[in-house]
């Protein structure tokens, strides 16, 4: 069993990309457990898959994973709002940032192993509903120290 270059989960039977997909899709049903935690579970496999990383280094993810540790949805929900209000046509001049201390720690060489992955997120390949909400919050904690230790 052949494992993924960027984080380390087997790739049998399911890729990385084929579990993420199949989590977006009950992440876009607006369905408790998955949809409030979309932007949490984006994140976590953003940075878990670096090559994947958008064009802000992945500072909005960054941001979103500790807002979430640190307070849960009802943080996240804050961080996201701010962001839309400081993006929106309304507003003149440059387009609202994430902070500079939300961004990524300096990383020379990000490990490619996670504690907790999508493939543990996954369980089975259906995402259950059954503990979700805790696993997503491991599979978090387990980036944020990822990106977090010394190398």
């Known amino acids: 069993m052949k494992p993924c270059p960027e984080c380390g989960a087997p790739m ?71 962001a839309r209000r400081g993006n929106s046509h309304r507003v003149k001049g440059e387009p609202s940032r994430v902070s500079r201390d939300a961004a990524l720690p300096h990383r020379d060489a990000l490990r490619s192993r996670f504690s907790v992955t999508i493939k543990d997120v996954a369980v089975d390949g259906t995402f259950p509903a059954v503990e979700f909400t805790q696993r997503v919050e491991a599979w978090a904690a387990a980036t944020v120290e990822a990106w977090s230790c010394e190398t």
């Open 12 to 82: 049998d039977p399911r890729s990385c990309d084929e579990l993420f997909h199949a989590l977006l899709a009950l992440d876009h049903s607006r369905q408790e457990p998955w949809g409030p935690l979309h932007g949490v579970s984006v994140s976590c496999f953003l940075l878990q898959h670096p090559s994947r990383v958008p064009a802000d280094d992945g500072a909005m993810a960054w941001a979103l994973l500790r807002a979430y540790l640190e307070g849960g949805l009802g943080e996240v929900n804050r961080l996201v709002g701010r």
